[in-house]
């Protein structure tokens, strides 16, 4: 079904019918997820990170503060030794630093490295602004549907992973 909108003979827009509304969302949404995994690719190529060491770069980017490798693990999908692999990578390559758990010496917590933050924040600075002249074409009512629907979408995403996961 294409996602230009319907026409009447004279050229004026209909309106769309619920499925036809539905079914462009799943092809809208199919290609955005094709699209932005280019995107998130590009981005990682350009500043010489593996896409998901750049996801979890991304993640932690989001969190309020450090976290553990089990909560990168939980975030990003990995095993935990995976994940281990991936936070080593990435105090490797001076993205993240391990600093000390103040409630746990046994453990450590893994934060974006300052100078890293920066030179990504910088990377995302021309896309950012590029996508949030998108969104500046919203109202605030459809602004709070879209994040409405991204955040409930993002949830049975997850949901959907543990059950495949899990064999279900």
Known sequence: MSTDSPRSSD??????SRAEL???IVTESQRHYADYSLFAQAMADHVGLHPTDMQCVGLLDMEPGPVSTGDIARLTGLTSGSA???VDRLVKAGIVERLADP???RRSLVA???????????AWDTP???FGAVLESY????LAVIAD???RAAEVGRAQARRLNSGG
């Open 11 to 16: 050229g004026a827009r209909d309106e769309w």
């Open 22 to 24: 539905l079914a462009r």
């Open 84 to 86: 281990t692999r991936l």
């Open 103 to 105: 409630h746990d010496r």
């Open 112 to 122: 974006l490295a300052p100078e890293a933050r920066q030179r990504i924040g910088e």
């Open 128 to 130: 950012g602004r590029a």
């Open 139 to 142: 109202s605030d009512s459809e």
């Open 149 to 151: 629907y991204l955040h």
